[in-house]
C-alpha cells in the first residue's frame, strides 16, 4: 500500500533533504530511521523533490510503501514522537501517486524583511536595504512568467537533461517590513529558486538593469550567480 506523507522541518541543522553518502545528517536519514522503528521494516521515503542544505519545507511530499498501517492518527501521533523536533510528518493518507514524477506544480517561498539595520526574530529572513526598488523587482518577476530556459539560474553541478522549466506564478506579499516572494512552476532546478531571488534583489538595487535581466533568459551559460541564502527559503506546496 502506499501512503502520501506531508512533511515540514526547518532545514537548518540538515544537509539538504536527501541522504548524503558522507553520512551527513538528512531529513531522509530521519524519516527512513523513525521509520524502521515505528513499522519494523526498512522503509524507502520518495520525496517530490530535493532540498538544499539550510532549506526548510512547510508541506514537503513524500510517498512510501507499507503494509503495516492500520490507523492513520495512531501512525501521527507514534512518528512524530519518534521523530526530532526539526522535523514533524503532518498528514498521510493512502495514494496511488508518485511523490516525484506525479507533481504537476511546487511553489517556494522566500522571506525577507526590509531595513538598514539587523532586527531580531529574523534569523530565517534575508534583509534588504530600504533603498530597494520593490517596483523594479516585481518587473523583474514578471519577466519569467511562462516557459524559458532558466540555464543561467542553475547552479553548477546539476545533471538535468533540459534546463526548460515553466513559470505560472510569481506573487508578492508585503506585511509592514516582511517581504513574502511565493514563485509556483512545474520544476525548479539546482538553486534556481535563491539565484532567481538573488538576481531580483540586484535589480532592485539597480545594480542589474532590466534588460541585463532578461539577457539571462537568452544568453550563453554563465556561472556568474547572485546565490541569496538558503536560510529564508521554504517549499510551500506541491500540488499534485
Avoid at 8 to 15: A, E, K, L, P, R
Amino acid at each position: 500500500m502506499r501512503y502520501l506523507l506531508i512533511i515540514s522541518y526547518d532545514g537548518t541543522n540538515f544537509s539538504g533533504f536527501q541522504k548524503q553518502n558522507k553520512g551527513e545528517r538528512t531529513v531522509q536519514q530521519e524519516l527512513e530511521k523513525a521509520l524502521k522503528i515505528l513499522l519494523k521494516q526498512d522503509v524507502n521515503v520518495v520525496a517530490s523533490g530535493r532540498t538544499d542544505a539550510g532549506v526548510h519545507a512547510y508541506n514537503q511530499a513524500v510517498h512510501i510503501e507499507s503494509n503495516v498501517i492500520a490507523d492513520k492518527m495512531k501512525f501521527l501521533h507514534s512518528i512524530n514522537g519518534i521523530l526530532p523536533e526539526d522535523v514533524k510528518v503532518k498528514s498521510i493518507k493512502k495514494t496511488n501517486v508518485h511523490a516525484r514524477f506525479s507533481a504537476k506544480k511546487k511553489t517556494y517561498l522566500y522571506k525577507m524583511y526590509i531595513s538598514d539595520i539587523d532586527l531580531p526574530l529574523y534569523n530565517y529572513f534575508l534583509r534588504i536595504p530600504k533603498n530597494c526598488d520593490l517596483k523594479l523587482m516585481k518587473q523583474a518577476g514578471e519577466i519569467l512568467l511562462g516557459e524559458h530556459d532558466f540555464k543561467n539560474f542553475c547552479a553548477s553541478g546539476s545533471d538535468v537533461k533540459s534546463t526548460v522549466k515553466t513559470i505560472y506564478s510569481i506573487k508578492w506579499k508585503k506585511m509592514r517590513e516582511e517581504l513574502h516572494f511565493y514563485i509556483t512552476g512545474n520544476g525548479f532546478l539546482y538553486k534556481m529558486v535563491r539565484n532567481i531571488i538573488g538576481i531580483i534583489i540586484q535589480v532592485g538595487l539597480k545594480k542589474i538593469t532590466l534588460d541585463e535581466f532578461k539577457n539571462y533568459l537568452i544568453l550563453p551559460y554563465t556561472e556568474k550567480h547572485y546565490t541569496a541564502p538558503s536560510k529564508a527559503l521554504y517549499l510551500y506546496k506541491v500540488v499534485y
